[in-house]
Nanobody, 126 residues
Framework: QVQLVESGGGLVQAGDSLKLSCAASAPTFIRNAMGWFRQAPGKEREFVAAIMWYGNSRTYYADSVNDRFTISRDNAKNTVYLQMNSLSPEDTAVYYC??????????????????WGQGTQVTVSS
């Protein structure tokens, strides 16, 4: 069982930066790919970024955040991060940390992730 707890959300102005954290309680964390998704009011949950498991540094990004957001992980702390730069009001959403089953490669599909955090609100004012 994987438990995920996000933190770091808040209210910022356009152009600001914010760093989200996701702490995982899972003995298999190093074998878990990890992902970030977001859901804006009235919209479907969408893929933001993903990172492979320990020993594989490959990352994936949605086109809308590429070159602005950076996903990373600290396996010693069982934590994955999402550094968000140049934020715009369009980035306003609840951000969720998610994990597919251990050893499963990350995808952009919500249905491929078995474990989810409770979400953290990010609000960007213009």
């Amino acid at each position: 069982q994987v438990q995920l707890v996000e933190s770091g959300g808040g209210l910022v102005q356009a152009g600001d930066s914010l760093k989200l954290s996701c702490a995982a309680s899972a003995p298999t964390f190093i074998r878990n790919a990890m992902g970030w998704f977001r859901q804006a009011p009235g919209k479907e949950r969408e893929f933001v970024a993903a990172i492979m498991w320990y020993g594989n540094s490959r990352t994936y990004y949605a086109d809308s955040v590429n070159d602005r957001f950076t996903i990373s992980r600290d396996n010693a702390k069982n934590t994955v991060y999402l550094q968000m730069n140049s934020l715009s009001p369009e980035d306003t959403a609840v951000y969720y940390c998610a994990a597919p089953p251990p050893g499963r490669q990350p995808t952009t599909a919500v249905s491929d992730y078995d474990y989810w955090g409770q979400g953290t609100q990010v609000t960007v004012s213009s």
